[in-house]
């Protein structure tokens, strides 16, 4: 144990960390170029290193020191993913770097470390505490104020402002459209007025976000005559060798779902297998299980929370499990650190597909199988990035990818050419300006407004389209408020469940759904309800009484219309409820929401 905080360097506390997770440390000398442009005062720095090479822990070691040695120099450190999927792995994590400096240097020893990715509990701390590991959604939703305390606008800016916020893989926003990578160096930006020191951590990160970001501070610089300081790190070959086993790369023009069966005999585990769809994870698992693979795990965005959350902890508290098979989806591609031997994937954009065979071969050597049958990315990839993504595979540059971070980006870069991208902004060229002259000029007198989540301006200042918030009840709840409904002609129906339960629902059984486009012919056959001859949606509603603070009112709240269910705030303030038919189970081992969008015999 070091018992003087006055001789702690960033070095030790990064051993601190390696050691307590079995590893040797290694000096990388980005770290120090990095460390040495925070002391320098950069407000933006881009963090450019290959998959598996610390970039957490380079991040992490300048708040933690601040901590250790009681010289905090920001107000809160601010970790945000791509997605809500990975949010428990990096939090557990994170609690894991925060127990090995606490036994190695006796500090900090108080410190509150939460995660929050938008939840329904009316107590929410809206990311308070000294370390906040979130979503892009919910960290720009809190920000700008959507997101508060009553009319408290700029609370939870005030907090933000003085934070070291670190952004990991914000490519991974990219959707058909490049929507959110348009509008991210304006929120970008007015994270760095407003005074938060911004680390944009990646291995993928297209040259033209990198030009977007600096062009848009200076703009802002310009206009308000004031200078900002950023910089750009990034790996040296000569310098900093990465360790990482050997990857040798297959490209195959299948199917990787014709193929789970061979590669589960002939190949090494542990073994990570990725789909496109959600579906043809779920049938892959199923397929495994019935062949007598036992060691098998489906992970994707559309379990409940609590079954996610307890499979994503697992990474974290079972460094290696040698006959374990992992299944999944695009959840995987940030923040999972394991060793696999073996990651199968089916073709995805190029900047996707580096982060998917970055998972393998981490510390001992590996292979990465891809199958390029281009039928598996309709309907969830742009197919022009696709076709420009198939003509650049090559074995030995992907290979070279996971740790030569120069030749990533060439290969990012050559995918991601201004024409393609313009070719993909085409469809959405209005719904941009309208979010653009809103967070573009919010810095002005505009962050004093009135903030009102529900016109289409706020609900698309990052992604498009609409995510919505669903519930699975238990199995007796639900039949219970199904019967009360029968028997009433009332829209609303109060429900007999006690506070503790109601929350213990809204944080264990909640997941969502992004949707592109609703429109009044939008349904969602899994969210609909059969009640007298009639299909219906029904919301869960949780919230205080008016007239007692004490007393909780819970209601369900029914309508026959998806669209009208929106507007009324269905799935932003009330959960949808899943119709329990919907949600599939293998035994008791939860599948999930596989098919949302199609009837199923319980309807």
């Known amino acids: 144990m070091v018992n003087s905080t006055s001789l702690i360097n960033y070095w030790d506390i990064v051993e601190a960390i390696v050691k307590s997770r079995g590893r040797n440390l290694q000096r990388y000398h980005y770290f120090e ?32 020191r601040s901590l250790i040695c009681d010289k905090r120099e920001w107000h809160s450190l601010i970790y945000v993913l791509p997605t809500r999927s990975l949010v428990f792995n990096v939090f557990h994590r994170i609690c894991k770097t925060i127990n090995a400096c606490k036994s190695f240097f006796n500090k900090p020893k108080k410190i509150i470390i939460d995660y929050d990715y938008g939840g329904f509990t009316p107590f929410k701390a809206f990311m308070e505490g000294d370390i906040t590991v979130t979503t892009y959604d919910t960290l720009f939703y809190t920000s700008y104020g959507f997101r508060s305390y009553g009319h408290h606008f700029l609370l939870s800016m005030g907090k933000i402002a003085g934070s070291l916020i670190i952004l990991d893989e914000i490519q991974l926003l990219q959707d058909t459209w490049w929507y959110s990578l348009s509008l991210l160096p304006y929120h970008i930006v007015n994270l760095v007025v407003f005074g938060a020191t911004l680390i944009i951590m990646t291995a993928t990160l297209p040259k033209l976000l990198i030009e ?66 959600v579906e043809r994870a779920t049938e892959a698992y199923r397929q495994l299980m019935k062949n007598g693979y036992n060691n ?15 499979r994503e902890s697992f990474f974290e508290t079972n460094p290696f499990n040698r006959d374990l098979i992992v299944v999944a989806t695009q959840v995987v591609e940030a923040g999972l650190d394991y060793d696999f031997k073996t990651v199968a994937t089916e073709i995805s954009p190029i900047d996707s597909l580096i982060q998917r065979i970055g998972r393998c071969a981490r510390k001992s050597d590996g292979i990465a199988l891809i199958f390029k049958d281009l039928e598996q990315t309709k309907h969830v990839y742009p197919q022009i990035v696709i076709k420009e993504t198939e003509k650049i595979l090559d074995k030995h540059s992907l290979a070279e990818s996971v740790k030569n971070v120069s030749v990533a980006f060439s290969l990012v870069n050559a995918v991601y050419s201004k024409d393609i991208v313009e070719e993909l902004k085409k469809e959405v060229s209005d719904e941009l300006r309208g979010a ?32 919505i918030k669903c519930i699975l009840l238990p199995q007796e709840i639900y039949q219970r408020i199904l019967e009360d409904m029968r028997l009433s ?82 799935g932003i303030i009330y959960p949808f409820i899943i119709n329990p038919s919907s949600y599939l189970f293998e035994e008791d081992y939860h599948l999930g929401l596989v098919k949302p969008y199609e009837k199923t015999a319980g309807m």
């Open 33 to 64: 170029k990095f460390w040495e442009s925070l002391q320098e005062g950069s407000q933006l720095i881009f963090l450019q290193a290959p998959t598996g090479s610390g970039k957490t822990e380079a991040a992490l070691t300048p708040f933690l």
């Open 212 to 277: 977007e970001v600096e062009r848009s501070l200076r703009l802002f610089e310009v206009s308000q005559e004031i200078k900002y300081s950023w910089t750009s790190v990034e790996t040296d070959p000569s310098k900093d060798i990465i360790r990482r086993g050997k990857l040798n790369v297959d490209i195959s023009n299948g199917r990787l779902s014709d193929s789970i069966l061979d590669i589960g005999m002939n190949h090494e585990k542990p073994m990570l297998l990725i789909f496109n769809t």
């Open 296 to 310: 098998v795990m489906l992970l994707h965005s559309r379990l409940i929370s609590d079954v996610r959350k307890n």
């Open 436 to 467: 653009l002259s809103f967070i573009k000029t919010f810095p002005t007198n505009k962050i004093f407004k009135r903030r009102d989540l529900f016109n289409e301006q706020a609900q698309n200042i990052l992604r498009l389209g609409t995510e």
């Open 489 to 570: 002609e009332k829209d609303k129906i109060p429900v007999e469940l006690s506070f503790n339960q109601a929350i213990n629902l809204l944080n264990q059984n909640t997941l969502s759904l992004s949707i592109k486009r609703v429109s009044k012919g939008s349904e969602i056959p899994a969210l609909k309800h059969q009640v007298n001859d009639k299909e219906i949606y029904l919301l869960f509603s949780l919230a205080f009484s008016a007239t007692d603070s004490d007393d909780i009112i819970i209601e369900i709240i029914k309508h026959d219309n998806l669209f009208k269910a929106i507007k009324y705030q269905g």
